[in-house]
């Protein structure tokens, strides 16, 4: 164990500090923690593979408190017989993926255990991040009138994952949109420091993101289906297998709902940053009743957005 973490672990990671806990030098200041495990199927799938949609599942969770993610811990549950030159390449995504965001991988734990006890491998992340300044983003902070953006196309990581986990060969060029989008969120908080509430929509998609926000503040929302921007390559896809692209799972996209009169502002600022080129508005806060979301298409005909029940697509992330 002590030789597969110092000539693997290390030597991938480099400044990691080998001991129960990482001493952590930081200014004063509010601290964002998040922590979450990683148990996707199959472990590399076109544009990633575990450990990168680990690292940018973290990193998106901390920066959505409006934290510049710092330092990341990484724990391991491998099981008995895993290809070494697999855990390579997964490590190795990692290490880059987290140089990408900025953040340093300072600590971690490895368990092995019985062959058939785990599925090759499950990865926890725990990230630390410092809340700027006067930041106080909330769910519960949304308010009539505002507008609701989003920073690009819907259900490119589930579609490529069920595509791949299934064997269904779509004859395109889907791959998952898994990305760390600290950068993205401080672009917005630089042009729009009235931001209400960031939100990644990860399991459950759009729909399911939207409806616990508009809960929370006690909000009607509006979508305008014609300014959603989604792969037509994914719609298709969605329509041959029966999901609702808007509920489709998500692990490089973020919502942000700001002022009225932030909205254009924040617009070209996400538009400016990584990962945001297809960013758009989408719709706004309305008045109604708490907690519903709508839909509105082309034809002018409007219908419930719901939120997802149970889980469409397991191990999807």
């Given amino acids: 164990m002590r030789d597969l973490i110092e000539e693997v672990f290390v ?3 480099g400044d990691v500090q080998l001991e129960d806990a990482a001493t952590l030098d930081i200014d004063a200041g509010k601290l964002a923690f998040s922590t979450d495990s990683f148990v996707v199927h199959p472990l590399f799938f076109p544009g990633g593979d575990i450990g990168h949609l680990a690292v940018c599942g973290t990193v998106n969770d901390v920066a959505t408190a409006g934290a510049r993610p710092l330092y990341l811990s990484v724990g391991f549950i491998l099981e008995e017989g895993f290809a070494m030159d697999d855990l390579r390449v997964i490590l190795t995504s990692m290490a880059q993926c ?8 300072v600590t971690g734990d490895t368990k092995v255990v019985d062959k058939g006890a785990a599925d090759g491998i499950f990865i926890n992340t725990t990230g630390i991040g410092l809340i700027r300044e006067g930041v106080a983003l909330s ?4 308010q009539v009138g505002d507008k609701i953006l989003l920073s690009g196309t819907l259900g490119d990581h589930g579609i490529t994952i069920v595509s791949q986990r299934e064997g269904i060969g779509f004859g395109t060029t889907l ?7 600290a950068e993205l969120v401080h672009a917005v908080l630089d042009a729009a420091p009235a931001t209400r509430v960031f939100r990644d929509p990860t399991r459950g998609g759009l729909a399911s993101a939207l409806n616990e926000i508009a809960d929370s503040s ?3 929302m509006l979508v305008l289906e014609e300014d959603v921007p989604i792969d037509q390559q994914v719609l298709g896809a969605c329509e041959m297998l029966g999901y609702d692209v808007f509920q489709v799972a998500n692990e490089g996209k973020m919502i942000a709902i700001v002022p009225p009169d932030q909205a254009e502002a924040a617009l070209v600022a996400m538009r400016g940053a990584p990962y945001g080129a297809d960013a758009a508005i989408i719709g706004e806060v309305v008045e109604g009743p708490a907690g519903r979301v709508s839909l509105r298409n082309s034809f002018g005909a409007t219908r419930i957005m719901d939120t997802l029940v149970g889980e469409q697509l397991p191990r999807i992330c």
């Fill in 11 to 13: 030597e991938t990671f």
């Fill in 98 to 105: 987290a140089r990408e965001a900025g953040v340093k991988i």
């Fill in 139 to 142: 769910a519960q902070n949304c």
């Fill in 175 to 181: 791959e998952t949109d898994a990305a760390p989008l």
């Fill in 218 to 220: 006690k909000v009607s």
